[in-house]
Nanobody
Framework: QVQLVESGGGLVQTGGSLRLSCAAS????????MGWFRQPPGKQREMVGI???????NYGNSVKGRFTISRDNAKNTVYLQMNSLLPEDTAVYYC????????WGQGTQVTVSS
């Protein structure tokens, strides 16, 4: 069973940057698609972006051009580089290992002040 642990969240001002990390333990990371999702206060969880095992990425419209997902299969880690942050990016960010059974991390809070 895979366990996912996110880190790197925090408080940042509008226009700032943060880099989130998600470390996976267990087997099966390198061959699976990983994703970042977020849940703003009072709203449903939404996709931020996904990255395939080969490194192909797809992003939600609200973050295109500002956020970048990458992965290091040797370290079983996926990253989310967030630039030009906006107050509407405030949310709990989750990483996920996608598949027939999706595994989720515990989430990390990102707060962008105006």
């Amino acid at each position: 069973q895979v366990q996912l642990v996110e880190s790197g969240g925090g408080l940042v001002q509008t226009g700032g940057s943060l880099r989130l990390s998600c470390a996976a333990s267990g087997s099966g990371f390198s061959g699976r698609t990983m994703g970042w999702f977020r849940q703003p206060p009072g709203k449903q969880r939404e996709m931020v972006g996904i990255i395939s095992s080969g490194g192909n990425t797809n992003y939600g419209n609200s973050v295109k051009g500002r956020f970048t997902i990458s992965r290091d299969n040797a370290k079983n880690t996926v990253y989310l580089q967030m630039n030009s942050l906006l107050p509407e990016d405030t949310a709990v960010y989750y990483c996920a290992l996608l598949g027939p059974v999706t595994s989720w991390g515990q989430g990390t809070q990102v707060t962008v002040s105006s």
